[in-house]
């Protein structure tokens, strides 16, 4: 487990959030990245519903940054 930034020994909610949105990330480069193996070995129902969890992954970092901008945690 990565280990988190504490302030006097409680995890930072910006740290945390930070991390969550580059998982995320993360998650939309490999979904896309299967669905293009996918596509290229004519599998395209397996090549479509991964591209369709890169854009869900997608729009869930955009979805955790906009609630973390609107409460005030991320600048």
Known sequence: MTP?????G???EDD???QLVEKLRE???L???IS???NAKNR???G???SQFGQRFEQAAKLVLSFANRSGRIQ
């Open 4 to 8: 988190f930034e504490t302030k006097a």
């Open 10 to 12: 409680i995890p930072s």
């Open 16 to 18: 945390m959030i930070m």
């Open 27 to 29: 998650s939309t480069d």
């Open 31 to 33: 979904a896309y990245g």
């Open 36 to 38: 293009h193996l996918n």
């Open 44 to 46: 395209t129902d397996r």
């Open 48 to 50: 479509a519903g991964f």
